[in-house]
């Protein structure tokens, strides 16, 4: 690898930036040919399948490019040439394999065996699929507790697979079905439905083209879900307001250029996305959206005292909202000055945006982990809800709440059962259905089981898919503990550090990708997955599968329960792996009001929607109406801001994801966007906090958290380099730098790890000549200096 560069890149998103590096990957995979023509199928509908990567609606009709970027790396990634199989393991032991990158491990290729950890020779050896099931069920069983074996999952799989998971979970009798939209999400969950009544985005594809007005709070599209681009192109070229809260500046929300039109790549011009962009301080999104409705409540003021239209919809707020006056009231008592200096955000800034947004009819908030990963997640997402509801932009056409969710089924795998929430169970269903008695206490969530991890009160891990102690927070605590596990299963499509990180008994388990052909008994089946606004399609793999090995999640999930529970007259496992239309209908009657008639919808050129009362403004809350929610603060991070945050010499970090990285997948080292090249390990700091706190481009610093737990947490060497970001923040790679994010600093209601609100110090230890002189390739975890 060359040596790292570090170049500011000026070029729009998408236009030739996006082609060349689809087409690099494609010839790096050595798939140009059958890759091209794979791509031809991604998302479309029916006959095609869908992105692994993220979970942005897809159009109908659909386009005749029906992918972005990212979405093509993925599905390159998953198709590649490469395999990684028993010779490999032969070759290498796991303690060598855990100085290896995250890139070089699932540049290896694709699995194709089943293999178990032999500790003697510390390597992987191939076993049959037998073999590891029965060993599996075995070990399940000889469990003292169901609750101590937590079954986790991804936001990858299909939601015939989550229904079965879920179903195998509970019958082996555990509510430990904890999975990825806990580290994202969850704020989500627990905000909107006291707020309006629904866990989910209440905006669908047809509101994004009605709309007049997109507010983004924390959301990176450019990255994390490029098609949305398209529809904010199409918002802009008809004049709407697109007005963005976040602390960097993404190339994304700033500048675009469809790759897919002709005209625009011939052409030096691209379109200006986002017509105001407000780089806030970390944590200030409460006191800015605060400030915004403050500036609301006295321009509609000024209106009744001079007798023009009302600014706000007193007729909506009256017949649908409760607690407005109270919450009013506690805006007004907020004074600029605070605003100003808790948001980061002068007054004009925030009365700028309130102009957009009054002068707007249809608006729609749109946020990611921006917004959810804070202490106090929960409350910022309740407050943007209320700016919603000052101006009645809920329930009707072109306007509503946004979520934009991260991995391509997180959400529909909630929506089929993976949940840890016993409350959210169809119980009754589900004891008609198979005649069992689901349990009736919680499980664990992602927080709770690394904290049962690290005490030992967790002794099987069975993962879903994902990378999970790459993913968590401590993973200086999460990795030496996770060896005292008895059981350690993942189920896999390319090698990852969680293989690595091995227990008593650890398996991997070869699965095919959501791109290949599932043959099954009944022929190629189908499956089904639910995108970010709501909406159920149906998919098939294109693929030829990567090895003849390999199964597929459900038929893996079938086996297991096989292995593990006492038969059931009225569950035929092996029916349902056959033809997953059975399964469909084992959904259909566990959650009617969603799947009603299931296999016949699923196949809507469209898809169907689940329903959302919020969006016919029928509130399923506990006042009968939708919600203004008044926050207890207005810091999202109170106590480590409080700890840290204004003392001279703590910044607040950030984690970040690459323009070359999709969670904890690492695609490349070129951050094209942040004109980052080469490398991972870099702190992304204010020019004033660099000189201020005696540093200069390109010194070698240690980060270490700043809070008083008896825990030391480091990460570095990290390269010092400017960026465009507010002083007191600086910004660092997930998941490098989760070593830094203490298991206990989450949002406090939905316990969302607190990812974009760490209080660090920065300590020399290098100082550079160079600026290009920096390490080539990011250091392993163990480098943290706590492992």
Known sequence: MSQPTFKPYHAPAGGWGSAYSVANILIREKIPLSGASLLLKQNKPIDGFACVSCAWAKPHPTRPLSFCENGAKATAWENTTRRCGPEFFAAHTVTELLNWTDFDLENQGRLTHPMRYDAASDRYREVTW????????????????????????????????????????????????????????????????????????????????????????????????????????????????????????????????????????????????????????????????????????????????????????????????QGFEAFAQWVRNHRWPVLERRSGLSRTAMEAAATAY???????????????????????????????????????????????????????????????????????????????????????????????????????FIAMGGNFTRAVPDTSQIEPAWRKLRLSVQVSTKLNRNHLITGEVSYILPCLGRTEIDHQASGEQRHTTEDSTGCIRAWRGAAEPA????????????????????????????????????????????????????????????GFHRPLGASQRKWDTDTGKANFITPPELAADPDTERGGHEQHDVLQLMTIRSNDQFNTTVYGYNDRFRGIHGSRMVILMNRNDIVRLGLVEGDQIEAVTEVDDGVHRSVGPLRVTPYDIPEGCCAGYYPECNVLLPVWHHAKRSKVPAAKSIPVRLRKVIAMASARAAPVDPAPPNSAGTA
């Open 130 to 321: 037998e073999q590891a099931f029965a060993e599996i069920g075995d070990e399940l069983k000889a469990m003292s507790d169901p609750n101590q074996v937590v079954f986790y999952m991804s936001g990858r799989a299909s939601l015939e697979t989550a229904y079965m998971y879920a179903l195998l979970a509970r019958m082996y009798g555990t509510n430990n079905l904890p999975d990825s939209s806990n580290m994202c999400h969850e704020s989500s969950s627990v905000a909107l439905p006291e707020s309006i009544g629904v866990p989910v985005a209440t905006v669908t594809l047809n509101d994004m083209e009605r709309t007049d007005g997109l507010f983004f709070f924390g959301q990176n599209t450019g990255t994390s879900s490029p098609r949305m681009l398209h529809e904010l192109q199409d918002a802009r070229k008809r004049g709407a307001e697109i007005v963005t809260f976040n602390p960097i500046r993404e190339r994304g929300l700033e500048r675009f250029v469809d790759p897919q039109s002709p005209r625009e790549m011939l052409s030096p011009d691209s379109t200006v996305i986002s017509t105001q962009y407000h780089q806030l301080a970390i944590g200030g999104d409460i006191a800015a959206v605060t400030g915004i409705c403050k500036a609301l409540l006295a321009m509609d003021d000024a209106a009744q005292q001079n007798g023009q239209a009302r600014v706000l919809d007193l007729d909506f707020i009256a017949q649908h909202t």
């Open 358 to 460: 009054a002068r707007c009819q249809r608006v729609i908030v749109a946020y990611g982990m921006g917004i959810t990963q804070h202490r106090h997640g929960v409350e910022a997402i309740q407050m943007l809800v209320n700016l919603l509801l000052l101006r009645g932009n809920m329930g009707k056409e072109g306007a509503g709440i946004l979520p934009v969710r991260g991995h391509s089924n997180v959400q529909g795998q909630r929506t089929v059962g993976i949940t840890e929430k016993a409350e959210k169970v169809p119980a009754d269903n589900l004891r008609r259905q198979f005649g069992f008695e689901p349990p009736s206490e919680d499980g664990v969530n992602t927080v709770e089981a690394c904290e049962g991890i690290i005490a030992g009160r967790i002794r099987g």
């Open 547 to 606: 090895g003849e090995l390999l199964l597929s999640e459900p038929d893996i999930v079938a086996r297991l329960a096989k292995t593990t529970l006492q038969p059931n007259p009225l569950l035929n496992w092996d029916a349902w792996v056959g033809n997953y239309d059975l399964v469909r209908d084992a959904i259909a009657e566990s959650y009617p009001e969603i799947f009603h008639d299931f296999n016949v919808r699923m196949m809507e050129p469209g």
